[in-house]
């Protein structure tokens, strides 16, 4: 069983910035490939990054946050982190931090996740 725990939402003005943190549990984390997904009031959950682990890691990213917001991983701590430049109050949503711990590969839908977390606001003002 793998636990997800994110921190680091809150509230933030346009164009500024936050970071997002996703502790977690397992033994053999650095074979997983994480991912942030978000959902905001209305509409699907949707792939915000995502990780893979190998000798260089991959990231990937969302055309609506690449070039503004940043995955990355520390496996001596178990966490993945967001961090979210030049925000935009289309980015308000709750964020996901979720797990994947079969193959390694680029993953961008939720079916492809094992394990989630509980999911944190993020809310930016105009």
């Known amino acids: 069983q793998v636990q997800l725990v994110e921190s680091g939402g809150g509230l933030a003005q346009a164009g500024g910035s936050l970071r997002l943190s996703c502790a977690t549990s397992g033994r053999t984390f650095m074979s997983y490939t994480m991912g942030w997904f978000r959902q905001a009031p209305g509409k699907e959950r949707e792939f915000v990054a995502g990780?893979?682990?190998?000798?260089?890691?991959?990231?990937y990213y969302a055309d609506s946050v690449k070039g503004r917001f940043t995955i990355s991983r520390d496996n001596t701590k178990n966490t993945v982190y967001l961090q979210m430049n030049s925000l935009k109050p289309e980015d308000t949503a709750v964020y996901y931090c979720?797990?994947?711990?079969?193959?390694?590969?680029?993953?961008?839908?939720?079916?492809?996740?094992?394990?989630w977390g509980q999911g944190t606001q993020v809310t930016v003002s105009s």
């Open positions: 979720a797990a994947r711990t079969s193959r390694a590969t680029i993953a961008r839908m939720q079916r492809e996740f094992d394990y």
């Open positions: 990780i893979v682990p190998g000798i260089a890691w991959i990231t």
